[in-house]
Structures are given as C-alpha cells and as structure tokens.
C-alpha cells in the first residue's frame, strides 16, 4: 500500500476515526471521575453544559468565528467550558494544569498514533521517513481552515511554518487564554510517542500560542538533526527542554 492510500491521508488534523475518539472520550472521561469523583462528576457535567450556553451569550461574534470552522470546532466550546467550571473551583492555574495532563495523556495514549495511522505508515511502500513527510503536509494542507501553512521540504528534514493558528485566536476571543496552549501541550506529549516509529526526530523552537509570532516545526531524519537550534533569533544547543 502506499501512503496516500492510507485513510487518515488528507484528512484535517481534527478528523480523528471513530475508535480514537472514543478512546480519547474514556480517558477524558476517566480523569473527571478521578478528579471529581463518581458523584461529583455529574454536577461538573451540568455546570459545563451551563457554561457553554452562557459562552454562546456572552461571546456571539466569537462563536460565530468557532461554528465557521466546522462541526469539530464544537470541541473547543466543550473544553473552553470545562476550564471554566474547574477555574471557578480551582483558580486558573491548577484548572489549566488538570486539562493540560488530561490532554497530554490523551496525545500518548491514543490521540497521536491515531491521528497519522502510524501503524498502518510503517507498512507503507517506500521509505518511512519520507512517508511521514508526505502524511504531514498532506494533513496541514487539509486543515487550511485552521492553520496558514508553509512547508520546506528536504532529505532530511521537513519544516512546517505556522503563520496563523486559529486555536490562541479563539482561546482569546472566549477569554481562556490558557486553552490556545493546548494543542501544543497535546504535541510536546504525542510526538515522543511516534518518532522512533517514523525514523524521526521532533523539535518545536516557537509557537505562537506561547509567545512566537509563529510556530516552526522541525522533522528531522532520525541522527541527521544538528547539535544547535535557532530560539528567540539565537543559535543554542538544543535540548528537548526547548520545544514548546
């Protein structure tokens, strides 16, 4: 098989199949019970559905922004308004560190294998590095709506420039700046998971949720990647510390 025959090739970045979402929706729902216990859970659940429609009111315009995205923008609603109910209880921090954890284990647990097959990639005709590339820019280019996306593309090396994310810009408008982080959280804990697979190194020197006025992703061949990175317009020894 070739990798454009793979199902998840071309897909947006949000168009997981059906089994990862429900695996992602068991270990969501698994960190509510234990954080709010069997019973507990239940007014968390009520105080969430409440929370989005009092979202929708008070921020028209920006659910407007949000619906234009498609059905799986639906998604940031629910969890712009989980952070508020557990912000309300816990202050901001702790509620942003509670679906930070939450979201990292999802991306390691099921959410990133999922997302580029990365099962079915490696039987892929072809060397599976280059695959990997392939699958990559493929997918960003699906997810136009929600990314202004460059690509360089070398032997050894894909970069993929973020001009524009559409997830701090929401975040911002719902006034949850916390969230537009959490995809990036959700990349820092998934990528580690797939790398080897894919003969692949991950660094991420800037995103513009946490302060760049662009992301930068950098695909390296696995042994390839050089002993210095560019941060904040300075040449550094790179350490996995860095990526954000």
């Not at 068991?26 to 960190?31: G, H, L, V």
């Not at 408008?173 to 190194?201: H, R, S």
């Amino acid at each position: 098989m070739k990798v454009e025959e793979l199902s998840q090739y071309g897909k947006s970045l949000n168009g997981l199949p059906e089994d990862a979402l429900k695996a992602q929706e068991r270990i969501a729902m698994a960190e509510i019970r234990n954080k709010y216990g069997f019973i507990g859970r239940i007014p968390f659940f009520i105080k969430m559905f409440l929370e989005q429609r009092r979202l929708k009111r008070t921020y028209p315009e920006a659910h407007a922004q949000l619906m234009s995205h498609g059905p799986e923008a639906k998604e940031f609603l629910m969890l712009a308004a989980m952070f508020n109910v557990a912000a309300r209880s816990d202050g901001r921090e702790r509620a942003y560190e509670f679906m930070k954890a939450m979201f990292q284990k999802v991306a390691a647990e099921a959410g990133m294998t999922a997302m580029y097959q990365v099962d079915e990639l490696v039987e892929c005709e072809g060397d599976v590095f280059d695959n990997f590339k392939k699958f990559n820019v493929a997918m960003f280019e699906a997810s136009s709506d929600m990314y202004q996306a460059r690509f360089e593309d070398e032997t050894d090396r894909l970069t993929i420039i973020i001009d524009r994310c559409v997830t701090p810009e929401l975040a911002s408008a719902f006034d949850v700046p916390e969230m537009g982080k959490i995809g990036c959280d959700f990349d820092l804990a998934g990528y580690p998971t797939i790398v080897d697979d894919v003969n692949a190194e991950f660094r991420r020197p800037c995103t513009i949720a946490k302060g760049s006025d662009h992301c930068k992703f950098l695909f390296y061949r696995k042994a390839t990647a050089p002993d210095t990175e560019e941060v904040d317009g300075h040449m550094v020894k790179w350490e996995k510390s860095l990526n954000r």
